[in-house]
């Protein structure tokens, strides 16, 4: 069965420093999503993407966030200057139209 | 605003017994969907469920929808100790193609 696949699956990084959140949604979905999971909390929309830009973003995803297509395949999240409240599990989904979405597996997000 | 509620959050119930687990939202809305989360797992779907009077069964498990009440039930026959997770239902915004809100979550338990 196809999978949303995201890398890495736990990052470790200092206080204002940079990441990059990886994902490989499935082929023909034409939807992403980025959505996260503050610890043992609810799970809450960040940016949709599509025809290659952002569809709707949320008041988290503030200047700090960016996302991006570069080749076709992968669709990051980039978080410039990460604070310790950015600690989290992210999720990156996909889907075709109006049916469910596809989650990856997670990557967890440790700011320290 | 869209608010989704579930009730009940923590539930432990005994294998072989039913229960149902609620959610209510509170603008209206034409999708909604269930989803279930192991510990430190991603979110697996369960149930799209897109038009009033919906019911979909899979296994033990059934949702149906009352879009006039708002509200969705997710009904669990004859627990097992595998169905043991977090189920989330999520709903999206009528206003946005896009954006899907998420509940609480409910933390089931099910013992021998």
């Known amino acids: 069965e196809p999978e949303v696949t995201q890398t890495p699956s736990h990052q470790v990084t200092q206080m204002g420093q940079e990441v990059i959140l990886r994902c490989v949604p499935i082929?023909?979905?034409?939807?992403f999503y980025w959505y996260r999971q503050i610890l043992g909390q609810k799970v809450e929309f960040l940016v949709s993407?599509?025809?290659?830009?952002?569809?709707?973003k949320s008041e988290i995803f503030d200047d700090q966030f960016s996302v991006e297509r570069p080749d076709g395949s992968n669709f990051t999240l980039k978080i410039r200057s990460t604070k310790l409240e950015d600690s989290a599990m992210y999720f990156c989904?996909?889907?075709?139209?109006?049916?469910?979405?596809?989650f990856g597996s997670g990557t967890r997000l440790t700011v320290v | 605003e869209l608010k989704v509620e579930q009730n009940p959050l923590f539930l432990s119930m005994q294998e072989g017994k039913n229960y149902t687990i609620y959610c209510n939202y509170s603008?209206?809305?034409?999708?909604l969907y269930w989803y279930r989360q192991d510990p430190g797992k991603s979110l697996e779907s369960l149930f799209v469920?897109?038009?009033?009077?919906a019911v979909k069964q899979e296994g033990r498990l059934m949702a149906s929808l009352d879009t006039k009440a708002r509200l969705s039930t997710l009904h669990i026959t004859a627990a097992v100790h595998d169905l043991s997770a977090t189920y989330f239902c999520?709903?999206?915004?009528?206003?946005?193609?896009?954006?899907?809100?998420f509940g609480p979550g409910t933390s089931l338990s099910v013992i021998p």
């Open positions: 603008t209206t809305s034409d999708r």
């Open positions: 999520a709903v999206g915004e009528e206003t946005s193609y896009d954006k899907v809100i």
């Open positions: 469920l897109l038009s009033n009077g």
């Open positions: 082929s023909n979905h034409l939807y």
């Open positions: 989904a996909s889907r075709r139209q109006i049916y469910g979405y596809t």
């Open positions: 993407f599509y025809n290659n830009e952002i569809s709707e």
